[in-house]
């Protein structure tokens, strides 16, 4: 049956949506309305649902997912109703390819961490917030990542980089996992951003030519106009030596996501944890009512003091960041359904998570099913 016929269908079939909602009608049109959206059905990606297909109603996972998406779907039940009764929000997503090929390195696995070896402690649920003084991502980020042979070395590098205040640089920090070695920071506006990788690219150089490897290129992530700044000036901006780390530009998507903790108030917080995913998209389409529904949800708990996305070409990156290890061991249990779904449609390519290691140990429970790397902030 042609796919959304046959959700036409569905959504008209008050019987079934009781059924799904285990007696709840209007619960049951909400979650048939989430597995519409996010295409739970035609895995073929053909426009058609078969009868093998439309079994997957029945699947405990898409079940549980849908249960859990179903307040994103206000849905109001009737008999003569359509699946046009689902009011969901069309998201796009520019396409943004890289501007300079990262250089090529050799592929490594990450040192397996410290952390999953300790005790563990389970955090509490997370609490819901008010959202009145959420405002728009504006923050320009960047991160860089190296293989480390002389640790001595790095720290003494490290500390030609330290930041001057005043400069707009609301985040910066160096973290390891093993012999791993991560750079990131978020600064207030593209101009604070090019002064920053300015100030650090001498050093940069020196750790790349001395105790360290470039492991992967310079990444940036930057609302659209500060995108289209960058471009225009790439070649004046990024000179030699950070040129040579390879440049990617991702531009933030709409939805872009939301900042709750002013920006200038994430470098005081000593117990800031951040979390970020790699992904690339088989199916943009199915993707994109997921990446709301996240951003939404993640919006939502009290914890979070920001989440966004960004994207470069068929790559798709979340950008988060929690006020410490337990909102994001809130989150990551939360947060679980979703990625499950967003899974059948694109490929986890990287999962990394950054803190103190005090925070990080109690996120650690939440995320002994993942292979995220856990990066150990350092002072």
Known sequence: ?????????????????????????????????????????????????????????????ILAFSEALAPEFKVVPSPDESSSA????????????????????????????????????????????DRSQDAPMTLCMFSASFVVTDWAGVEVIKKETEVAPGLGIDLYRWSKDGDSLSVRGACASAEALVIHIDQIGGAVAKLVAGPAA?????????????????????????????AALGVVLFEQTDPAGVVKTPSAALETKASLCTHNTMYAV???????PLMQVMLN????????????????????????????????????????????MLLEFAALEKEEIHGPAAELERAVDAAEDSDAAFFVTLD
């Open 86 to 129: 689902t009011e969901v929000k069309e998201v796009s997503s520019p396409d943004v390819s890289p501007l300079v090929s990262p250089s090529a390195s050799k592929e490594k696995t990450s040192a397996p961490s410290k952390l999953l070896s300790r005790s563990r402690k389970r955090s509490p649920s997370p609490q819901k917030r």
């Open 297 to 340: 949800r993640s919006a939502a708990e009290g914890g979070c003091a920001h989440f966004g996305w960004s994207k470069s070409g068929g790559k798709l990156f979340s950008h988060e960041a929690y006020a410490d290890g337990g909102a994001l061991a809130a989150h990551l249990e939360s947060a679980k359904v979703c990625q499950a």
């Open 214 to 242: 470039l492991d992967s290129g310079l990444e940036i992530h930057a609302p659209p106009k500060a995108v289209a700044e960058l471009k225009a000036r790439i070649g004046e901006i990024f000179t030699e030596p950070i």
């Open 1 to 61: 049956v042609e796919r959304l016929a046959c959700w036409d269908i569905l959504l008209a079939d008050d019987e079934l949506a009781t059924l799904v909602g285990k007696g709840d009608l209007a619960k049951g049109k909400a979650m048939l309305a989430s597995m519409k959206e996010v295409r739970a059905l035609d895995m073929n990606k053909d426009g058609q649902i078969t009868q093998d297909e439309f079994t997957r109603l029945l699947d405990p996972a």
């Open 282 to 288: 088989v199916d943009w389409d199915a993707v994109k």
